[in-house]
């Protein structure tokens, strides 16, 4: 069975700050990798996806994402972030036509 | 948005009591999903559909149970609702690319 694991439960930054949020997942075969977002009362919003191809996404919002086989991640990142990315992120995974697995998310907390 | 809605958006119902939820999309998608959602544990699947009365368990599929007999419903059923159930309820389309797109959610609190 695949498995998520998202680093940090918890970041919080500073405007202007980077950003870096990882995620490792188990599966060894061809994988379809996501990041979404989850603004505070609202529900998930596709960020990015990598399916094949160029491994550096980019998504919405100034958000990108590369994906490294070798190390199985998907690590999601923005230069310089803004109070309004105050959400909780999640990175999920699947492979081929299986269900999707979820990581148990990171809350980024963007102070002004 | 992939047009979808979800009903009712909250609900507050006691312990031993039916309670249905309902997902309704107007894309004419085949895959849809029910996840739960609780804090320190991210999203967990249900139940999801394939199609018109298609349907398989998820991860956490005890107590519930699911129907779609067309294909813009499906509706998720806690028999006998317990206070273990109380959480926010969403549903998902998978599109093209084999994403999801959610709907509102509906949370559930169970007393």
């Known amino acids: 069975a695949q498995s998520v694991s998202q680093h940090n439960h918890h970041v919080i930054l500073s405007e202007a700050a980077s950003l870096e949020l990882g995620c490792n997942y188990s599966y060894g075969g061809t994988v379809n990798l996501f990041w979404y977002v989850q603004y505070p009362g609202q529900h998930l919003q596709l960020l990015l996806k990598?399916?094949?191809?160029?491994?550096l996404v980019k998504g919405i919002k100034g958000f990108e994402a590369e994906f490294i086989k070798s190390k199985f991640s998907f690590n999601l990142r923005k230069p310089s972030v803004q109070w309004s990315d105050t959400a909780e992120y999640f990175c999920a995974v699947n492979s081929g036509y299986s269900t999707l697995t979820f990581g148990k998310g990171t809350m980024l907390l963007v102070s002004p | 948005d992939a047009g979808i809605t979800q009903s009712p958006r909250h609900k507050v119902t006691e312990t031993g009591t039916p309670v249905t939820l309902r997902c309704h999309q107007t894309e004419n998608h085949r895959y849809m999903y029910w996840y739960r959602q609780d804090p320190g544990h991210g999203l967990r699947l249900i139940h999801y559909?394939?199609?018109?009365?298609?349907?398989d368990k998820g991860e956490v599929s005890d107590g519930y149970s699911v129907s779609r007999s067309k294909t813009e419903d499906f509706l998720l059923t806690l028999e006998s609702a317990t206070s273990s159930q109380t959480s926010v309820y969403f549903c998902a389309l998978q599109g093209a690319d084999n994403e999801q797109y959610f709907g509102p959610g509906t949370r559930l609190t169970v007393t």
């Open positions: 559909s394939y199609g018109v009365k298609d349907t």
């Open positions: 990598y399916f094949s191809g160029d491994p």
